[in-house]
T-cell receptor
Framework: DAGVTQSPTHLIKTRGQHVTLRCSPISGHKSVSWYQQVLGQGPQFIFQYYEKEERGRGNFPDRFSARQFPNYSSELNVNALLLGDSALYLC????????????FGSGTRLTVV | QKEVEQNSGPLSVPEGAIASLNCTYSDRGSQSFFWYRQYSGKSPELIMFIYSNGDKEDGRFTAQLNKASQYVSLLIRDSQPSDSATYLCAVRRGSNYQLIWGAGTKLIIKP
């Protein structure tokens, strides 16, 4: 069985640019969450989607947006990139919203220069 | 005060000994508690979760929860060098869908 798939694995962008990160959940999983992890810190919650509806939003600026598609895959979009957006972006999927079966993808390492 | 606090370490434990990792949380409304392991450069992987006061065992791992003291711990018995990693504590508050994470404790198992 394929796990949570994230693409791309690495990305280098310039300040002010826009980026789209993609996530495919485990087959049958309906919930996708996005986290940002800065080196040396724990992950910070960005968004959660369940059955294509936004269920939660973390304390991130409006430059961050996301959506979930009918096949439960998801995109995270970040506009007007700042140097501080450099981080590992993690996608996690679960069958439902109880978080007991939370599985992370391998992440997208975003570097903003 | 951070919502979820962990000692950053590193915590150094001899191979075969018991490693004890601790986590405190500030929100008394927290209901679910998770331990994740993260190897350097990799994504977190779930070790176990606990909801009720007391102990929960899974193989060499035991999670302990004390809601009155707002304290959750992870014990690793018979520690192996492959257990060397950063251990992250995460907490879910009530019906909120997000996890609140500690910064992690770096564990080093010395052969």
């Amino acid at each position: 069985d394929a796990g949570v798939t994230q693409s791309p694995t690495h990305l280098i962008k310039t300040r002010g640019q826009h980026v789209t990160l993609r996530c495919s959940p485990i087959s049958g999983h309906k919930s996708v969450s996005w986290y940002q992890q800065v080196l040396g810190q724990g992950p910070q919650f960005i968004f959660q989607y369940y059955e294509k509806e936004e269920r939660g939003r973390g304390n991130f600026p409006d430059r961050f947006s996301a959506r979930q598609f009918p096949n439960y895959s998801s995109e995270l979009n970040v506009n007007a990139l700042l140097l501080g957006d450099s981080a590992l972006y993690l996608c996690a999927s679960s069958f439902d919203d109880t978080l007991t079966g939370y599985t992370f993808g391998s992440g997208t390492r975003l570097t903003v220069v | 005060q951070k919502e979820v606090e962990q000692n950053s370490g590193p915590l150094s434990v001899p191979e075969g000994a018991i490693a004890s990792l601790n986590c405190t949380y500030s929100d008394r409304g927290s209901q679910s508690f998770f331990w994740y392991r993260q190897y350097s450069g990799k994504s977190p992987e779930l070790i176990m979760f606990i909801y009720s006061n007391g102990d929960k065992e899974d193989g060499r791992f035991t999670a302990q929860l004390n809601k009155a003291s707002q304290y959750v711990s992870l014990l690793i018995r018979d520690s192996q060098p492959s257990d060397s990693a950063t251990y992250l504590c995460a907490v879910r508050r009530g019906s909120n869908y997000q996890l609140i994470w500690g910064a992690g404790t770096k564990l080093i198992i010395k052969p």
